[in-house]
């Protein structure tokens, strides 16, 4: 009997040290300091070279740390983001979304914030835009810094199409239902839409027209449920926009069925007029579209709204996504991380941005225009001709009402809901 008992101790023994053998990080004893790092900047993603490139000359100056990378499309990133954070099994570096997004990770108590990084390089944090920062900052701490901003509403369309068929830019919405009517008769597409993935319709088209109409403040007032709510009439009139828009056959009839990436083709091949998508598109115009074709595309605002409360010249923008801190990392791995986010966001990142087509997040950052493409050259006068920039939804709401309203506009736009329905679903979520 003893024998068998110091059997099944010894057993016992040696599989408590295999079990924890097996817990242990590849290479966890070489002395070195291993991160997990999740991004989604993959693909087409306009910052897919510059993290490529980046990581590289990191791990170059950083032979003490070592990466473990894994690059997931936006599309699967969130809802593998969204598994790992209800396991509490997130990587020790990921990156995530300004406002809302990020507050969630913060209220779950996932995140470490990045205080310490911001104290011992002031020269650098006070270089950096506040949107980016601020964007981040969750009850005055900070949880990472934006890799340069996005703006989801820029107006492209085509000047030649325009002078072709003496349409005028459209500098209201009526003007821009007459310009809609006219590219349909003649068989132009008037807007190039790709909304398989549902958020494009909402971050691109939905959060500068629900700005219009209602202005910031109201959407404020909405989600701190204080006065405003989701059932008034000023945010259905809203929804009814993009109805009204649907109805007329303003988009491409496949809009559901194609994404933001292939959608640009109908617009590359002036098969439709205009496209109004975010700052993510300008590389791939850059490098992929002709010269000839380059002169043709300018660039606006969205019209503005008669009636409407928010400012009518107004972007819809954010801080880019950030690398964030896992609340689980050892000081040494919160560190890395946060030299990291350092090694992403400095001015010599922030040069490199340029060279990618990103808008920059830092006010040290200055460069001659003339010295990189017309395209990426338009970008940046838009910007500082129309500096304010309101709030993208998807930023805003929480990820429940993020998916009602992606959900709900594709609904809208098929008839298949109305926007009461989606607006009653967005009202029930507010405590």
Request: charged residues 20%; aromatic residues 10%.
């Given at each position: 009997?003893?024998?068998l ?32 790092l ?71 108590g ?37 890799l ?46 790709g ?32 006065g ?6 000023i ?25 933001d ?30 010269v ?29 996504t ?91 736009m ?17 405590k």
């Amino acid at each position: 009997m003893k024998k068998l008992l110091y059997g099944i101790a010894v057993s016992c023994m040696f599989c408590a040290m295999f079990l924890a053998c097996a817990k242990k990080a590849p290479g966890a004893d070489d002395g070195k300091i291993h991160l997990t790092l999740w991004h989604s900047y993959v693909g087409a993603d306009q910052r897919a070279e510059f993290m490529k490139r980046r990581l590289e000359q990191f791990r170059e100056a950083n032979p003490g740390i070592v990466i473990e990378e894994q690059g997931i499309p936006r599309d699967q990133y969130q809802t593998r983001l969204k598994t790992q954070a209800a396991a509490q099994e997130l990587p020790n570096a990921f990156v995530s979304w300004p406002n809302t997004p990020v507050r969630e990770f913060v209220e779950a108590g996932l995140l470490a914030d990045i205080g310490s990084l911001l104290e011992r390089e002031k020269s650098w944090a006070d270089s950096i835009l506040p949107i980016a920062k601020d964007e981040f900052t969750v009850n005055g701490k900070t949880y990472g810094v934006g890799l340069g901003i996005s703006v989801t509403s820029v107006f492209f369309y085509n000047k030649a199409l325009f002078q072709k068929y003496n349409v005028k830019v459209p500098e209201t919405y009526d003007e821009l239902k007459t310009a809609v009517n006219v590219f349909k008769k003649n068989n132009i597409i008037p807007i190039a839409l790709g909304n398989k993935a549902k958020w494009p319709a909402q971050s691109e088209i939905f959060s500068i027209v629900g700005n219009r109409v209602t202005g910031s403040q109201w959407l404020n007032s909405a989600l701190a449920g204080n006065g405003a709510k989701f059932t008034d009439k000023i945010f259905i009139d809203a929804l009814s926009i993009m109805k009204e828009l649907a109805d007329m056959e303003a988009f491409n009839r496949d809009y559901n069925s194609v994404d933001d990436v292939q959608v640009r083709g109908y617009f590359y091949r002036e098969e439709a007029a205009m496209m109004i998508n975010g700052t993510w598109v300008i590389p791939d115009i850059a490098a992929n579209v002709s010269v000839e074709m380059k002169e043709k595309i300018e660039m606006t605002v969205f019209p503005a709204i008669a009636g409407g409360a928010g400012e009518a010249g107004a972007l819809s923008g954010v801080s880019s996504t950030s690398i964030v801190c896992n609340a689980k990392n050892t000081p040494e791995q919160k560190e890395a991380v946060e030299n990291l986010i350092l090694f992403l966001t400095n001015e010599d990142a922030q040069k490199m941005y340029m060279e990618y087509y990103i808008p920059v997040s830092s006010k040290n950052v200055e460069f001659d225009l003339s010295s990189t493409d017309p395209i990426y050259a338009k970008l940046v006068t838009l910007m500082k001709e129309h500096p304010d920039m309101v709030t993208v939804y998807d930023s805003a709401l929480n990820s429940e009402q993020t998916e009602i309203i992606n959900n709900g506009l594709q609904g809208i736009m098929l008839g298949t809901e109305t926007p009461a329905q989606v607006a009653q679903s967005l009202a029930a979520t507010v405590k």
